[in-house]
């Protein structure tokens, strides 16, 4: 194994290390079935809601308003400041 693969493994590690100690949680403020969307206020009052499409959904359509959900957070620095992060991976713990 070279340098970088020993590099990328270890990251890798990490990542899911990381995952595993801390999912965030968060409910749901907002549906939009017909366009397949939403948003969702994260537990933490620090952060901003996220946008999330249905496509990142485990059963997008039985998703509600007030759903408490798990999720994971995807950035992309390419976007405008303020929509660089969006939800993916979510999935309904309780109601």
């Known amino acids: 194994?070279?340098?970088?693969?020993r590099v990328e493994s270890r990251l890798l590690l990490a990542?899911?290390?990381?995952k595993e100690t801390h999912v965030p949680t968060a409910r749901i403020t907002f549906v939009n079935d017909t366009r397949g969307f939403g948003f969702l206020r994260p537990?933490?009052?620090r952060d901003p809601d996220l946008f999330f499409h249905a496509s990142n959904v485990v059963d997008f359509h039985s998703i509600a308003v007030g759903d408490r959900v798990k999720y994971e957070v995807l950035h992309d620095d390419r976007k405008p400041v303020g929509?660089?992060?969006?939800a993916v991976a979510v999935?309904?713990?309780g109601r």
């Open 15 to 18: 990542l899911h290390h990381q």
């Open 1 to 5: 194994m070279d340098g970088s693969a």
């Open 43 to 45: 537990d933490s009052e």
């Open 83 to 86: 929509r660089q992060a969006k």
């Open 91 to 93: 999935q309904v713990i």
